[in-house]
């Protein structure tokens, strides 16, 4: 990975997340796959705070984890992955021209949320467009249309 990947990475990580997940992905990338303990002592973070920070990454599938045989499980930077975070605004829209609203909401649900289930999703994307009918309502009633 060129260092301008590497910056684009690091930089779309920090948008999206924050900084601790951007400290700990950018390291991930720099060095390859670690094992928790030295991630802990190349990022200066606590423990538990990188842990959280996996925890992001794997949910969003931007990092991958290998038990290794003798030794601690190993986590690795999917840096690919994380550039494709720039093509998000390219699917919500693709998802909003083929199947309109619902498949727009759904696809910005997958993609805020990384791993879910499909039940989760769909009662997601009916509470926001439940609230979006009611406050056209509130906005009609307000104004006398309804």
Do not use: N
Not at 12 to 32: A, C, D, N
């Amino acid at each position: 990975m060129t260092q301008a990947e590497l910056r684009l990475c690091s930089l779309l990580l920090q948008e999206h997340f924050g900084e601790i997940v951007e400290k700990v992905g950018t390291s991930l990338l720099r060095t390859g796959p670690r094992p928790l303990r030295l991630l802990v002592g190349d990022t200066g973070l606590l423990p538990d705070q990188v842990k959280k920070a996996l925890c992001v990454l794997l949910q969003h599938d931007l990092a991958r984890f290998e038990a290794q045989p003798r030794g601690p499980v190993e986590y690795e930077a999917r840096g690919r992955r994380i550039l494709r975070i720039l093509r998000y605004p390219r699917y919500i829209y693709t998802a909003k021209t083929l199947y309109g609203d619902p498949g727009e909401l759904l696809v910005e649900e997958l993609l805020l949320h990384g791993h879910l289930a499909m039940s989760c999703a769909v009662a997601r994307v009916a509470d926001r467009l439940t609230d979006t009918m009611e406050g056209g309502r509130e906005k009609g009633k307000k104004r006398g249309w309804v």
